[in-house]
């Protein structure tokens, strides 16, 4: 998700975004390491998908229309239904753990 929510950041970028400011961007979101390494196979994995393409004689990259529609739904989708406001009721959760609420029985 924070490599969807990256390629949202970077939609707005003129000149297009590189395999540096992705591995910026998604370290920030991911609030994790992110590498050089994983974001060149990313890059390569979303060229070959066609949800980017290379700008020629650059080392730049820019998103195509299906590359602009794909982070942002599954982005809104994300935040819809995992995000932060959302809780499990407790019925839910026993469910989830294969467990039976037995305050649901009183």
Do not use: W
């Amino acid at each position: 998700m924070a490599l969807a929510g990256a390629l949202c950041v970077l939609v707005h970028t003129v000149g297009g975004f590189t395999n540096r400011s992705l591995c910026a961007q998604v370290s920030s979101l991911f609030g994790g390491p992110y590498t050089s390494a994983q974001a060149t196979y990313d890059l390569r994995r979303l060229r070959l998908k066609g949800l980017i393409v290379r700008i020629p004689h650059t080392p730049s990259y820019a998103l195509t229309p299906e590359g602009i529609r794909v982070p942002v739904f599954y982005t809104k989708i994300h935040s819809r239904l995992l995000g932060p406001g959302r809780r499990c009721s407790p019925c839910a959760r026993a469910a989830a753990a294969g467990t039976q609420d037995h305050r649901a029985d009183r």
